[in-house]
């Protein structure tokens, strides 16, 4: 291969990170990719930015357009750098989408840009900046998604997501059996079941210690699915708070309107804390107490004001089998149950950033055969694994710790 060649695919190579890292709202590898003396220039302000000017608007933009995707049209290595003609396809945080085609010119130093010069549609710009300062339209349903990066780019936008399907009749039918047995042999035991503090009345069951009741429970919060949108919307390492039950039944009224990270004092930083990711056993509708939640809620840095009423709830319908998962920002209660004879059990997951107290205590409450059995993932989420915050009483361990 020449030498030209080699630099041809070095220049390709530094374009498709530079882009790729934007697409993924990764500041420092767009830091990276730039020399730090970069100029880069827009043709719409006709202002030359430094580096770091340019990445204080790509935060803006970050923050704003939550979903990014380039189209590239074409992609040209020149001498001395490289050419690209593309359109950014982006969601904004109230859920409108737009298209802005740009042309850029790329000049390349020792594999790093030292300047980038940008024509945009000025128009899109003007419609971008616009659209993004507009009022969020409120959403009539939560979102559905079809698949992972569908749920992912929805939990970005929108902080909720509904995925239908994700348990099978046979699943359903042996989560439900675990479900009454826990419930049966709690009331045997004297475990307290209805008319908690959070709850209206006495008629809703909520079922606690689901971790610790049976390997099903076990099984759904592990779900790769579920992991796999905790982890985008907590990060890689996290806790699992607490996994329990709540079986509405015909006459219950609607829980408080709350956030589930709702007692980290205000006002919260720019990102989730906290994701549940709730499991309908059965279906969920308006009249057997679908959870409700508030749209936009979770761009809030506090909860919703106690004694407040006249917040608009969304209900989360959905069929049995799916999940829906929310961001620990968003508003949402138990709906009430205005049927005459139907209960519906709803499962919640809630996970936590490792930095959170979790609100059940594993420590003190999960069986050893139970941890003995479990898989590492289910033991690190239960805070028996490598401790992300330091680690430090590994120090003192002993080798069958
Ligand atoms: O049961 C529901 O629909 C929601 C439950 C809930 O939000 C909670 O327990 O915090």
Known sequence: ??????????????????????????????SGCYAPDARIWHNTDGIEQ?????????????????????????RHPVPGGFLQQHVMHGTLRNGKTFAMP?????????????????????????????????????????????????????????????IEGVLGKDELARVREA??????SDGTKGVQLHGFPFDPDTRNTRLFDLVNKDKVFRQLVEHPLA?????????????????????????????????????VPARWPSYPLAVNVAWAIDDFTVENGATRFVASSHGSTEGPQPGRTDYETVPIECPAGSIFVMDGRVWHETGP???????????????????LRPQWNWDRTVPREVLEEA???????????????????????????
């Open 1 to 30: 291969m020449s030498i030209a060649a080699i630099r041809n695919d070095d220049v390709l190579g530094l374009a498709e990170r530079f882009f790729s890292s934007i697409e993924r709202g990764e500041a420092d590898a767009v």
């Open 227 to 263: 992991i796999e949108l905790v982890q985008q919307v907590i990060g890689k390492d996290f806790l699992l708070s607490n996994f329990s039950g709540n079986i509405t039944a015909p006459g219950s009224g609607p829980m408080g309107l709350h956030a589930d990270q709702g007692y």
């Open 337 to 355: 149950n205005v049927s005459k004879d139907k209960t519906r059990i709803g499962l919640f997951a809630y996970y936590v950033r490792p930095f």
């Open 179 to 184: 479900v009454r047995a826990g419930v049966e």
């Open 102 to 162: 740009a042309c850029i010119i790329c000049r390349v130093e020792e594999g790093r840009i030292v300047r980038l010069d940008e024509y945009l549609d000025s128009a899109s710009v003007t419609a971008l900046v616009e659209a993004a300062s507009s009022r969020a339209a409120p959403l009539a349903a939560p979102p559905r998604a079809r698949n992972a990066e569908e749920a992912k780019a929805q939990l970005r936008a929108h902080g909720i997501t509904v």
């Open 375 to 401: 898989s590492p993932l289910l033991r690190a989420m239960l805070g028996f694994g490598h401790n992300p915050t330091g680690s430090l009483d590994s120090l003192y361990l002993r080798d069958d710790d």
């Open 50 to 74: 430094t580096r770091e000017e340019n990445l204080a608007t790509l935060g803006w933009l970050f923050r704003e357009v939550p979903e990014r995707r380039y189209e590239v049209i074409a």
